[in-house]
């Protein structure tokens, strides 16, 4: 029997038109609950009853590492860049197309990508925010912000998620503004924070955009009166139909890095 060794081997094998007749978001998210073992291959209606009998509805057995998984999938993700129209997908996506390239702006600095796949930016990048700033071109549908912010849980898929963004989103991020008070406040500003009207009063209460039409509010309220801190991480209503919920996750992960990088090179305990 055939064994699937990575979420990248099962993701090869479905017709990637994210259909959500499983019941998952996307393909990718499929495979990856594949992988896991909350979902076998037959849970998959588009897929042929002949691969998954060759492969046991989903037998899979672990290899490859987190880093390995994201190469592979940056891999597949530059494949796909090279099979759309950038021209068509800069006017979808807010960005702009020239010279054969397709410049976005992510946290106010440019960001390219050719037909190859290929970058050039002027900021530091690593998968975790290159992955979501990939999808958001390739299927994001340029749906323009309502103004209406709500938190992660209150996303359409973002139940199932948010106990984990949580954690690796706002917990340290939390933590690195009651460290870093004055540096984090300096460092919002930097990515080119914004106030914005409609927001929830907090001490701190600006808006960065990742993405042009994928906007975060952050909200922080010092600790006054006995009251411990409090961060929470908001996000426009139509988030998610510009880019999946594993891609908004990602890419508020990848936005925590950047800032817990910068706090421990710059911050003074």
């Known amino acids: 029997m055939a064994h699937l060794k990575n979420v990248m081997d099962i993701f090869k094998l479905l017709e990637q038109s994210n259909c959500r007749e499983c019941n998952e978001t996307t393909c990718l998210a499929f495979s990856a609950a594949v992988f896991k073992g909350q979902k076998q291959l037959h849970d998959c209606p588009r897929l042929d009853s002949k691969i998954i009998e060759q492969y046991g509805g989903g ?142 009063d907090a001490d701190i209460s600006l808006v960065l955009h990742p993405l042009p039409k994928v906007p975060i509010l952050i909200c922080y309220w010092k600790p006054d009166d006995g009251l411990e801190s409090d961060l929470n991480l908001f996000f426009d209503s139509t988030a998610e139909d510009n880019l999946n919920i594993e891609s908004i996750y990602a890419l508020g992960a990848g936005l925590v890095m950047m800032f817990e990088k910068i706090s421990l090179r710059h911050g003074l305990e």
Request: some cysteine.
């Open 59 to 200: 037998v899979v057995e672990r290899q490859k590492s987190v880093e390995q998984e994201q190469d592979d999938l940056m891999a597949l993700m530059k494949g796909k860049i090279s099979s759309i129209d950038l021209s068509s997908a800069a006017q979808r996506v807010g960005a702009v197309y020239s010279d054969n390239k397709l410049t976005i702006k992510i946290l106010g600095k440019d960001f390219s990508v050719d037909v190859d796949g290929n970058i050039k930016t002027d900021i530091h990048v690593h998968p975790w925010v290159v992955l979501p700033v990939f999808s958001y071109i390739i299927d994001g549908r340029g749906m323009d912000v309502s103004g209406k912010w709500v938190p992660f849980r209150e996303l359409k898929n973002g139940k199932t998620w948010y106990r984990l963004f949580g954690q690796r989103c706002e917990k340290p991020l939390k933590w690195i503004a009651d460290t870093y008070t004055d540096l984090f406040e300096d460092m919002i500003h930097i990515f080119n924070g914004k106030p914005v009207e409609n927001h929830y």
